[in-house]
């Protein structure tokens, strides 16, 4: 709502994302072992192809922490991003890694899922701009052109940016460019993307030598939002809360490992790459080093949401008209 980037369409990605997971299944095909069966067997579908952010599961499942807490978790990607939260309340997957403006979105749509645990407490979602553009703050925004991915989400940042500075939001340009953020920044079609992320897409166009600007748009009236939240339906927490419970403890031995251990965590997420989204080592080492800190809750337990978190949230979004119906920040996450 991240070297195959997400500048990539996603039409391709789900297409190779298919094809990625019936290799998967094909792979899984031997029977269970006698252990196996006695496990309580999880299937979580990350938020988008395995990456730095997801090295703390990775490392939860190399270290023996998920089996410890007597769970045999299946770790999958989505044919296509945006259907994890469906698949989670249809009960066609247990828990999902998703966005928490998206759950709020997806409540008032009447989709009966929740989130249970905050991973990644800040928006990594970050206004990029070219270094040459004589831009200082986001009232210099008037003049260019802003590429954005299809979402009228994003759109919202920046104009909420923009208005908060003192702008009015009807002189902004935006241009839809899909998913090919970095081209569109690159070869100069616009000046500007919002939809990059801090630990992926900024890495990647510095790497090519791109100098950017970079506006956090929390700093101009957009909510400290939790970029990366894991999701369960309603139906899904009344029947296996204590299971769900115990997949939380283990991730979070998976991140406190980590913390800890940041090389070796990774490594483990490198050795299992799909050749058809292999990673840059360097990159995935610069983006673990950013992700770390922002998915720390400090002295409170890793995962954990505040209802103010959840409010600010779900206010701010039905200032700009995103929610199609009103719903209960205390509704639309459980600590468990």
Known sequence: MRNVTRSFKRAWIATVLIVTMMTLSACAAPKATEKEQQLDELTVLLDWY???????????????????????????????????????????????????MQVAISRGE???????????????????????????????????????PSIPLYESFVKTMFAHDGGDPSQLTFVDIGWDLIPAMTTGRVDAIIGGYVNHEKLLLEKEDVKLKTF?????????????????????????????????????RGFEYTMEHPSEALQYLLDKQ?????????????????LLPLMDAGTEAFGK????????????????????????????????
């Open 305 to 336: 949401q505040s209802e103010q978190s959840w409010q600010h949230a779900i206010d701010w979004l039905v200032e700009q008209g995103q929610l199609k119906k009103d719903i209960e920040a205390k509704d639309a996450f459980r600590n468990l």
């Open 216 to 252: 956090i748009p929390s700093e101009y009236g957009v909510p400290d939002y939790y970029e990366l939240v894991l999701t369960a339906s309603e139906k899904g927490i009344e029947q296996k809360g204590d299971v769900f419970k115990r997949f939380i403890e283990a991730a979070t």
């Open 50 to 100: 395995p990456n730095a952010v997801h090295s703390f599961l990775f490392a939860a499942e190399s270290q023996g922490y998920f089996e410890e807490a007597g769970l045999h978790v299946k770790l999958q990607t989505p044919a296509d991003t945006n259907d994890a939260i469906k698949l989670v309340a249809a009960g066609k997957a247990d828990l999902a890694i998703s966005y928490q």
């Open 110 to 148: 009447d989709i009966p899922i929740v989130s249970v645990a905050a991973l990644v407490r800040h928006p990594l979602n970050q206004l990029f701009i070219l270094d040459d553009k004589k831009v200082e703050r986001p009232m210099d925004l008037a003049e260019l052109k802003i590429g954005y």
């Open 274 to 290: 799909s050749d058809n989204f292999p990673l840059d080592a360097e990159i995935e080492q610069q983006s673990l080093a950013i």
